[in-house]
């Protein structure tokens, strides 16, 4: 088990700081699969340690990094509409354009900027450890940091690209059938096809800790999932509708409704209440069952000394 360090973090007396049982002791948490009780709470402590850096950033800090990423997650857009004006229209165009889909999650998480879906699992986690108004708090701060960047940022991108003298008019016709594939979804398709996207990209965040030098084929995997999915994203769809909005080709409030609200709430229950919920279900059994094994050790201990 980790030592106690007198070295103080430098979040200590810090509103910031998670509640968690490490750091009422000043200890770490251990991520040493050898000293856990199944390699899957040695992926969920990975993670969690993850989660609680996030949860302790500072809010400008955490802001600008989600906008970054909200631009960078344009390149998806780009991409795939690249791909979609210059390939021929076969069936096969449709499989292999969304592999463009994939080009902006692979920089956003390469360059480790901030995407709300991946909060969905990683931030949620110190929460479920220790359920405390303080943690509660410090999740809705980080999501509504998060979140805000993006839009700002997906909202940068769209304009740029509807402005700026980069793409021809292919590629821009492209962008607009693209994002309009996405506004035939009724709200009720928006948020449940929201719910497997953020659950496959909280299964991608999931894989992290144990995909080594083949994290890069993970992202591509797992995003070209959602893309041939037609599944919504409420990130990357935000770069798509509000390039529409730009464009005029729908008012303001359909950014809202019938897209945003639905597909953000089906993100944050396909990655928190569904994926988060049951994986840490299973660790806290294996640490429940842990505790009991340790503390049966040392009652046997105790008797034998006597």
Not at 80 to 86: D, N, P, R
Not at 230 to 236: N, R
Request: charged share 20%.
């Amino acid at each position: 088990m980790t030592q106690p360090t007198d070295k103080k973090r430098p979040q200590d007396n810090d509103e910031h700081e998670v509640d968690s049982k490490e750091s009422d002791q000043g200890t770490d948490i251990e991520v040493d699969e050898e000293k856990l009780p199944s390699r899957a709470a040695a992926v969920h402590e990975q993670i969690r340690m993850e989660g609680e850096k996030e949860l302790e950033r500072d809010g400008m800090a955490l802001l600008w990094s989600a906008i970054a990423a909200g631009l960078s997650i344009g390149a998806s857009l780009m991409a795939k509409g690249i791909l979609h004006a210059h390939l021929p229209d076969t069936p096969a165009r449709f499989f292999l354009e969304n592999l463009g889909y994939t080009v902006g999650f692979i920089i956003v998480i390469m360059a480790r900027q901030q995407l709300f879906t991946e909060n969905t699992v990683t931030a949620v986690l110190p929460v479920m450890h220790k359920l405390t108004l303080k943690n509660i708090g410090l999740l809705f701060r980080l999501w509504g940091w998060v979140l805000l960047g993006n839009v700002l940022g997906a909202a940068c991108a769209a304009l740029a690209f509807l402005v700026m003298p980069i793409f021809d008019e292919p590629v821009r016709q492209a962008f607009i059938s693209i994002s309009e594939e996405i506004m035939k979804n009724t709200p009720t398709e928006m948020f449940a096809n929201g719910i497997i996207s953020g659950w496959l990209i909280a299964t991608m965040v999931w894989m992290f800790p144990s995909a080594g030098a083949a994290k890069l084929w993970v992202i591509v995997i797992m995003t070209y999932l959602v893309g041939i999915g037609d599944l919504t994203h409420i990130v990357v769809g935000s770069v798509e509708i509000l390039y529409l909005v730009f464009a005029g080709v729908i008012p303001w409030q359909e950014f809202f409704y019938p897209f945003a609200f639905p597909t953000l709430l089906g993100n944050i229950i396909g990655g928190t209440f569904i994926f988060a919920l049951i994986s840490h279900a299973q660790i806290r059994n294996d640490m429940s069952n842990e505790a009991k094994a340790r503390a049966e050790g040392e009652r046997k201990q105790a008797r034998d000394d006597r």
